[in-house]
């Protein structure tokens, strides 16, 4: 677990870590080693789900070196399915990061909700229904390694 008082939100307690894949952690399919390494340092303190509609079909290869579990869904009702993951995970102790339309929904239900700004874009309903966005992942990545900068970013 995570845990992190910011003030004016209260202490949040981090279990659970809901990824996108395309376009938030890999870009046309691939995973940074750098991206990699991180997560695997995280899945040390919270849960990593992995979900995605699997564009570039590279999903299974990308993740296997992680320690993550791989959840892909259909394209044709992503955007809830994306959502009810979240809910079932506890919404309050989750956090979902994403870039996409069909990520909005679980943004807005998370705790926390960060939307990334990487090569592949960013839907304006992500921005909308984020709390944080970012550059890129390795940044939203860091915001619960180097915890201070989501407390600086977020104080009321």
Do not use: C
Not at 12 to 34: F, M, Q, R, S, W
Not at 89 to 94: C, E, H, K, N, V
Not at 104 to 114: F, Q
């Amino acid at each position: 677990m995570i845990e992190i008082d910011i003030p004016g939100w209260g202490n949040i307690e981090i279990e659970n870590l809901v990824l996108d894949l395309n376009g938030t952690i890999a870009t046309d399919g691939k995973i940074p080693l750098e991206v990699k390494e991180k997560i695997n340092n995280l899945s040390d303190k919270v849960k990593i789900y992995i979900l995605t509609v699997d564009t570039q079909g590279t999903a299974s290869e990308e993740s296997s070196d992680m320690g993550v579990e791989l959840l892909k869904v259909s394209e044709e009702d992503s955007t809830e399915v994306k959502l009810r993951v979240v809910e079932s995970l506890d919404p309050s102790r989750t956090v979902a990061i994403g870039n996409g339309s069909n990520d909005h929904l679980m943004l807005k239900e998370a705790v926390l909700g960060i939307a990334v700004l990487g090569e592949e874009g960013i839907s304006t309903s992500a921005m909308k229904d984020a709390d944080v966005i970012v550059k890129n992942i390795s940044d939203a990545l860091d915001l619960f390694l180097k915890p201070k900068r989501l407390i600086a970013t977020l104080r009321e």
